[in-house]
């Protein structure tokens, strides 16, 4: 037997899309304390679902999608907040 070696991505609840969302909205409105809450809101398995399209797109650094959402793109960026 062959082993694959990509494996079919998990999916992301509705819910978790959501609230995805709802983080980037809060991030772009400059609410960084509801974004926080928004992304603590997603259940793990969408979560690893999330990570792993968004290494993909970004990398493995949630940070830098967050950054970019923000207009920042300085590394060395304050806290959003």
Known sequence: MSKHTTAAP???SL???GELRDALTAIDEGK????????????SVSWQAIEQRL???VGSD??????????T???AAPAIG
């Open 10 to 12: 998990q999916p992301i």
């Open 15 to 17: 819910m978790a899309a």
């Open 32 to 43: 960084g304390p509801a974004a926080v809450a928004a992304l603590m809101a997603i259940d």
């Open 55 to 57: 290494s993909a797109l």
């Open 62 to 71: 949630l940070r830098t999608l967050l950054l970019k959402a923000a207009g």
């Open 73 to 75: 793109t300085d590394a």
